[in-house]
T-cell receptor, first 111, second 114 residues
C-alpha cells in the first residue's frame, strides 16, 4: 500500500529547543493529520489539515499542509519533557476513507 | 464525550485459539475503523464501517479475521486460529462522516500469540 516517508526517524534534543519533522507521500492527499503516541497507548490527534497551504497551530505545535499536497511538516517550539513520544503523520487520498501512516519520529527530550 | 474505548487492553493467547476484541466508538460517530500496528511501524488499515455496513476491507484482513458492527454502535474484531504473526496492537478509530471526517483512536488492544 501507500508508504509515507517520515523523517527524521528519531531525534534527541535539549529541553527548550525547537523541533521540526516532515512527511512526504508519492500521491496527492486531501487531508494530513499529525498524531502523538506514547508507549502502550493509541495515537492522539494533535493537528488536522484539510487544505493545501494551510498552516495550523495548537499551542506550541504548528503544522502545514504542503502546496503540492504531497507533504506536510510539524514544528514543536520550546520543547518540554512531556513532548517525549512517537509522532506520526497520516494522510488520506481523495475518495479514500482510510488513513495511511508514516513510520513515526521518536522524540526524546533531555531535561 | 468519553472517547473511543477498547477491551481488553491486553490479550495473551496460544497459537490456534480464537480471540475477540471490542471497540466502543465516540457516541455520535457513524464511522468506525480497525487498524493493526506492529512494533516500530505506523498503524495499517484493516477495515471500515459506516453505521452497520462494512464498506471496505484491506488485503491485510485475511479470511481468519472478521469484523462486525451489528447495530451501528460498538464493533467486534475476531481472529480465528491465531498465528504468531498476528501479534500486534489492534487499534480502533471513529469519526463523523463529512468534510472533516477526523479519526480519533482508542487505546488499543495488544495481542500476544505464544
Amino acid at each position: 500500500g501507500q508508504q509515507l516517508n517520515q523523517s527524521p526517524q528519531s531525534m534527541f534534543i535539549q529541553e527548550g529547543e525547537d523541533v521540526s519533522m516532515n512527511c512526504t507521500s508519492s500521491s496527492i492527499f486531501n487531508t494530513w493529520l499529525w498524531y502523538k503516541q506514547e508507549p502502550g497507548e493509541g495515537p492522539v490527534l494533535l493537528i488536522a489539515l484539510y487544505k493545501a497551504g494551510e498552516l495550523t497551530s495548537n499551542g506550541r505545535l504548528t503544522a502545514q499542509f504542503g502546496i503540492t499536497r504531497k507533504d506536510s511538516f510539524l514544528n514543536i517550539s520550546a520543547s518540554i519533557p512531556s513532548d517525549v513520544g512517537i509522532y506520526f503523520c497520516a494522510g488520506r487520498e481523495t475518495g479514500a476513507n482510510n488513513l495511511f501512516f508514516g513510520t513515526g519520529t521518536r522524540l526524546t527530550v533531555i531535561p | 464525550d468519553t472517547g473511543v474505548s477498547q477491551n481488553p487492553r491486553h490479550k495473551i493467547t496460544k497459537r490456534g485459539q480464537n480471540v475477540t476484541f471490542r471497540c466502543d466508538p465516540i457516541s455520535e460517530h457513524n464511522r468506525l475503523y480497525w487498524y493493526r500496528q506492529t512494533l516500530g511501524q505506523g498503524p495499517e488499515f484493516l477495515t471500515y464501517f459506516q453505521n452497520e455496513a462494512q464498506l471496505e476491507k484491506s488485503r491485510l484482513l485475511s479470511d481468519r479475521f472478521s469484523a462486525e458492527r451489528p447495530k451501528g454502535s460498538f464493533s467486534t474484531l475476531e481472529i480465528q486460529r491465531t498465528e504468531q504473526g498476528d501479534s500486534a496492537m489492534y487499534l480502533c478509530a471513529s469519526s463523523l462522516s463529512g468534510a472533516a471526517d477526523t479519526q480519533y483512536f482508542g487505546p488499543g488492544t495488544r495481542l500476544t500469540v505464544l
